[in-house]
Each structure stands twice: as structure tokens, then as C-alpha cells.
């Protein structure tokens, strides 16, 4: 059974830097039927795709346009992990922070359960 | 960017009657060169992740009852739940795979009646 699991809420400042890590358990960060997503929900922006990576032969990186400037997904093979990175964070950046895989030809069959992240000084 | 848009945004409906939920995408998310449509439903009640449902627009994930069907082609689809129990309550969303950036439908908050 594949589980992913997100850390717990925590409050970031303006300006600064939001890192989230998903911890996989039961797959492989480096399948090749798998994508690994990153997903955001606020009552402002509903749910917002951030952007993905996937393993077939090479790293593939894919990114929201709204967030490519500022965002970046990697992979940690050695701890079976992919993380998110968002630089140069505003209060609109507040919302819940969902890590999400998909296996072909399936959607986003398996979610994390979250991380609620404030941007607040 | 596709547009997802569901109707209706709320919905009450009495307990063992039928659910209707449609979803309209601006663009077609069907996949000519294998007839597959890249179309999700998901479910989600408060204070948890999103749920897969359905998709391939019509194919139901592992474990889901079968009350729960997904039915439509190219950019327009539904979900249907054919006797409401109780458990049904929550906000349900359509989400387009075919091409990134990948988008949600704004969600539909799905009441007993």
C-alpha cells in the first residue's frame, strides 16, 4: 500500500522560502509508471496544480506558470522523498499543501494528507 | 490553460435519491490516437486530501461502491451517484490530466436534502 507522508503545519514569512518534503512509502520516488505532484488549496484559488517530476530514463520536471519563476520540485532518491520548494512567498501563498502520486493511466490515485502553511510576519 | 466548470456549484439531495454533478471543460480532454479520456472525479470531506473516484472519465478506482459512476466524452462529463447514503456528503471536483497545467473544476458541495 503507498502512503505518503507531508510534515505538520507551520508558519513562514513574507519574502522567505516554503520547503515541504512528501516521504514515500510502499512505491519508489524513481518508478517509472509514477508521477509525483505538488498541489495547493485555498478558499481563494480552490485547488492549484503546482507542478511535477517523473523518472523515465531522465528527471522530468514540469511547472505551473503561475509559480515557475519562484517554485521547484526534486527528487531525493536516497530518501525516497521529492520536496517542494517556493521562493519569495506573499500571504496569497497561505493555503494547504497536498503532495499527490499518479500512476499511469490512473489521475492522483494517492495523497498525502497535507500541510497547512501561513505566510505571515 | 483548460477551464473546468461544474454545475451545480451545491446541491442537496434526499437520502437513496439520485446525485447528478456536471463538469464542462473549455477544451476537449479526449485522447484521439487511444479513445481514452483524461478526466477525474474526486471526492473530498473535511479535513482530508482529496479522493480518487473515477477516471479515464467513466473507470472507478479500486474500492469506490458502485453507486459512483462517471459517464461523458471530449468536454462534457458528469458523476452520478445513484442512491445518496449518507456518507456522500462532501465537495466533489472534476480534474482534467490531459495536458499540464493539470485544473480542478471549483467543486460542487453535494447536502442531504
Known amino acids: 500500500q503507498v502512503h505518503l507522508q507531508q510534515p505538520g503545519p507551520g508558519v513562514v514569512k513574507p519574502s522567505q522560502t516554503l520547503s515541504l518534503t512528501c516521504d514515500i512509502s510502499?512505491?519508489?520516488?524513481?518508478?517509472?509508471?509514477?508521477?509525483w505532484n505538488w498541489i495547493r488549496q485555498s478558499p481563494s484559488r480552490g485547488l492549484e496544480w503546482l507542478g511535477r517530476?517523473?523518472?523515465?530514463?531522465?528527471?522530468?520536471?514540469e511547472y505551473a506558470v503561475s509559480v515557475k519563476s519562484r517554485v521547484t520540485i526534486n527528487p531525493d532518491t536516497s530518501k525516497n522523498q521529492f520536496s517542494l520548494h517556493l521562493n519569495s512567498v506573499t500571504p496569497e501563498d497561505t493555503a494547504v499543501y497536498y503532495c499527490?502520486?499518479?500512476?499511469?493511466?490512473?489521475?492522483?490515485?494517492?495523497w498525502g494528507q497535507g500541510t497547512m502553511v501561513t505566510v505571515s510576519s | 490553460d483548460i477551464v473546468m466548470t461544474q454545475s451545480p456549484d451545491s446541491l442537496a439531495v434526499s437520502l437513496g435519491e439520485r446525485a447528478t454533478i456536471n463538469c464542462k471543460s473549455s477544451?476537449?480532454?479526449?485522447?484521439?490516437?487511444?479513445?481514452?479520456?483524461?478526466l477525474a472525479w474526486y471526492q473530498q470531506k473535511p479535513g482530508q486530501p482529496p479522493k480518487l473516484l473515477i477516471f479515464?472519465?467513466?473507470t472507478r478506482e479500486s474500492g469506490v461502491p458502485d453507486r459512483f459512476s462517471g459517464s461523458g466524452s471530449g468536454t462534457d462529463f458528469t458523476l452520478t451517484i445513484s442512491s445518496l447514503q449518507a456518507e456522500d456528503v462532501a465537495v466533489y471536483y472534476c480534474q482534467q490530466y490531459y495536458t499540464t497545467p493539470y485544473t480542478f473544476g471549483q467543486g460542487t458541495k453535494l447536502e442531504i436534502k
Open positions: 510502499g512505491d519508489s520516488v524513481s518508478s517509472n509508471s509514477a508521477a
Open positions: 499527490a502520486g499518479g500512476h499511469w493511466p490512473s489521475a492522483f490515485d494517492i
Open positions: 479515464g472519465a467513466s
Open positions: 477544451q476537449s480532454v479526449l485522447d484521439s490516437s487511444n479513445k481514452k479520456n483524461f
Open positions: 517530476t517523473y523518472y523515465r530514463s531522465k528527471w522530468y520536471y
